[in-house]
């Protein structure tokens, strides 16, 4: 069986979207399946017209051209009317047998699209719902006539899709909301490479050292700076943890819209060298820089976008043996057993995240507790084989569908 991709963007770009592209790709391909790779023009606009990064290669869709692309609110229809064209073009060269697209519905909409066109079957794959990231992006609010419009597109897109899959129970329970069969849905968490995250608990004198971060306790933070994750929550529960701990240091590792922000915001605070930003770190460097920190936080805020989606770094940390205090949003409840394989602190609290993160630092035994179950449940639950297994189920009832309402491969 061959699959194509339809994806709003790829890498070289570092996200948590396409670091799970790639595993879920490299499994497929592990499991004797073909794989091809178009991304929509919005974040890998292209040229050249197909670009190779390590061991996959991505078909580009160019920038979108005319008029539409200029005009306030019409600017979606094209790039859907450019996905669509290079889409058709791809199916043409790769013959696939199955199209598969990931969140938003900017990218399904083509698939669909295409899969009348040449009979082919469609999944279509929620990460996250577009309308709650425009919100969290500032362009949009909750219940405004844009959220509606663009929360409608992704309704109608999840019913005519053959099959849905979902990231996190809560998305399932969302899309069965909008009217979409639950035997359609397919669950396919978010995992981890367990041989790639070994367990190493504890941090390292060298590891600090290379960062300038001292005797420690080190907390950390690693991933995207959006303003849904709370760090600057987590910056101003710092001072409190440094009036019991003053050797204590954050360690802020990535990049990303609240950048700037979060750099003025430490220095307003007189941090000092008790925040420490290093800006964006190659992906193959992540691993050495989980063995500078002792505590991993996940201060997200609550809101329908973390209530409804769960994250993948938390899994991560724990795959490394590191103890997680993460905000008690829906989310982070799906990933994490309170007191068992992580902590929880009320989200949005400045003192119970505080309070958490001294609890964590000063009990030694609670987190080696928390180290050996969160790795265990990682190994158990959340590898990306198993995950990515699921897939059979979610290509087989999108084929069943099709064949059912008489779509047949147009030859040719």
Not at 89 to 113: F, K, M, Q, Y
Not at 334 to 359: N, V, W
Request: net charge neutral; aromatic share 6%.
């Amino acid at each position: 069986m061959k699959i194509l991709h339809v994806l709003d963007h790829s890498l070289p770009i570092h996200t948590g979207y396409t670091l799970r592209t790639r595993e879920i790709v490299l499994h497929q391909r592990a499991m004797g399946w073909q794989t091809a790779h178009l991304t929509s023009p919005r974040a890998n606009p292209g040229e050249p017209a197909r670009e190779t990064v390590g061991e996959l290669s991505f078909l580009r869709t160019p920038a979108p051209a005319g008029p539409l692309r200029a005009l306030p609110g019409l600017w979606p229809l094209a790039e859907m009317r450019a996905t669509r064209a290079r889409l058709d073009e791809a199916v043409r060269e790769e013959r696939p047998d199955l199209l598969h697209a990931h969140s938003p519905a900017l990218d399904a909409w083509p698939a669909i699209g295409a899969g009348r066109r040449f009979g082919l079957p469609v999944v279509y794959e929620v990460r996250g719902f577009w309308e709650d990231a425009a919100v969290d992006h500032g362009t949009t609010t909750e219940g405004a006539l844009r959220y509606r419009a663009t929360r409608w597109l992704e309704t109608q897109a999840l019913r005519q899709a053959d099959a849905v899959t979902a990231i996190c129970h809560g998305l399932a329970d969302d899309i069965a909301a909008r009217g979409v069969p639950r035997e359609r849905i397919t669950l396919i968490p978010n995992a981890v490479d367990t041989t790639r995250f070994a367990f190493s608990p504890g941090s390292t004198a060298s590891a600090r050292a290379a960062l300038g971060l001292g005797e420690g306790p080190v907390v950390g933070f690693l991933g995207s700076f959006y303003a849904y994750e709370g760090l600057a929550l987590l910056l101003r529960a710092l001072p409190e943890v440094l009036r019991a701990m003053p050797a204590a240091r954050l360690l802020l590792v990535g990049e990303g819209e609240e950048d700037a922000r979060l750099r003025a915001l430490a220095g307003e605070l007189g941090l000092g060298a008790a925040a420490v930003f290093t800006g964006r770190v190659p992906n193959h460097q992540i691993e050495a820089l989980y063995d500078a920190v002792d505590v991993v936080a996940f201060p997200r805020l609550p809101m329908r976008l973390t209530e409804l989606v769960t994250p993948l770094k938390p899994l991560e940390a724990m795959a490394r043996g590191k103890p997680v205090l993460a905000s008690d949003v829906g989310g982070h409840r799906e990933l994490i057993e309170d007191g068992r394989t992580g902590l929880l602190f009320a989200a949005g609290d400045q003192a119970a995240l505080s309070a958490g993160l001294l609890r964590l630092l000063g009990e030694p035994d609670l987190r080696a507790g928390l180290q050996a179950r969160g790795r265990d449940y990682v190994e158990r639950e959340r590898t990306w084989a198993r995950s990515v297994d699921a897939y059979r189920r979610a290509y087989r009832i999108a084929a069943e569908r099709a064949r059912a309402r008489g779509r047949v491969p147009v030859p040719g």
